[in-house]
């Protein structure tokens, strides 16, 4: 998640929690899974998925009403 991203189409990232199951060869590549395991978080069928906090959905929170300000937009992945 950031406010800064290297994906052309959007401007920032948001990822409510962190965590999966595989449902086809597709998710062979996931880059989701990737960064979690830089982070020790475990990954797949059966795993328990980690939910962030009130602090980490503020930042979304504080782009809206930054946004708001400006009268800008802002397209979150």
């Excluded at 597709?26 to 978080?41: I, K, L, M, N, P």
């Excluded at 979304?60 to 300000?69: E, F, G, H, L, N």
């Amino acid at each position: 998640m950031g406010q800064k991203t290297e994906i052309p189409w959007t401007h920032a990232t948001f990822n409510p929690w962190w965590g999966c199951a595989k449902v086809s060869p597709a998710c062979d590549g996931c880059y989701a899974e990737r960064w979690a395991r830089r982070f020790g978080v475990r990954w797949g069928h059966g795993q328990a998925r980690r939910y962030f906090g009130e602090k980490h959905w503020d930042e979304p929170r504080r782009w809206t009403a930054k946004c708001a300000r400006q009268g800008t937009t802002k397209r979150v992945f």
